[in-house]
T-cell receptor, first 113, second 109 residues
Framework: IAGITQAPTSQILAAGRRMTLRCTQD?????MYWYRQDLGLGLRLIHY???????GKGEVPDGYSVSRANTDDFPLTLASAVPSQTSVYFC????????????FGPGTRLTVL | GQNIDQPTEMTATEGAIVQINCTYQ??????LFWYQQHAGEAPTFLSY??LDGLEEKGRFSSFLSRSKGYSYLLLKELQMKDSASYLC??????????WGAGTKLIIKP
């Protein structure tokens, strides 16, 4: 693995189903983030984790949950998907500190019908 | 509220120079980032400004004026591969990034 991987690449999901988007990084970065990107809008932060064992809510956390059991993995779960959660989801990580450049995974394109 | 404004779309000619502007109003300021995003791909880091002035990196330069809440990304010697969206993001008082909607840059031969 080099950098950040996300799975699946794309998914079509029926409304009401539960779905977990996976994110793994091998850079030993402390901080990780989940964003959604919708046409005409900027990236919006869903949840973040500054270090393993801690998580926080971003701008649009409703309907989503995360966990950070270790440094490398940061899964995002939709407990009961709704059509408004149709989006492209990006996971990102950063080493932390003042500079804090974020590195992004390739994204997951999710469609909720 | 927090707001980042960028033009939605710009068109430029191969070999020319283009300037993409970004204005921001955020709760606190801890740096401004520019990212490039090709269609269907992830954003990739281009530049970072935290102090006023110009940062130059090859064909790309980024300028910041904190007093005006303003930044621009300058791209010189445009190439077809520069066709992409350019995202402006400001790190706020909570050290989270607030993102603009991006500027789609179209390069014509």
């Amino acid at each position: 693995i080099a950098g950040i991987t996300q799975a699946p690449t794309s998914q079509i999901l029926a409304a009401g189903r539960r779905m977990t988007l996976r994110c793994t990084q091998d850079m030993r970065h402390n901080a990780m983030y989940w964003y959604r990107q919708d046409l005409g809008l900027g990236l919006r932060l869903i949840h973040y984790s500054n270090t393993a064992g801690t998580t926080g809510k971003g701008e649009v956390p409703d309907g989503y949950s995360v966990s950070r059991a270790n440094t490398d993995d940061f899964p995002l779960t939709l407990a009961s998907a709704v059509p408004s959660q149709t989006s492209v989801y990006f996971c990102a990580s950063s080493a932390g500190g003042a500079y804090n450049e974020q590195f992004f995974g390739p994204g997951t394109r999710l469609t909720v019908l | 509220g927090q707001n980042i404004d960028q033009p939605t779309e710009m068109t430029a000619t191969e070999g020319a120079i283009v300037q993409i502007n970004c204005t921001y109003q955020t709760s606190g300021f801890n740096g401004l980032f520019w990212y490039q995003q090709h269609a269907g791909e992830a954003p990739t880091f281009l530049s970072y400004n935290v102090l006023d002035g110009l940062e130059e990196k090859g064909r790309f330069s980024s300028f910041l004026s904190r007093s005006k809440g303003y930044s621009y990304l300058l791209l010189k010697e445009l190439q077809m591969k520069d066709s992409a969206s350019y995202l402006c993001a400001v790190r706020d008082s909570n050290y989270q990034l607030i993102w603009g909607a991006g500027t789609k840059l179209i390069i014509k031969p």
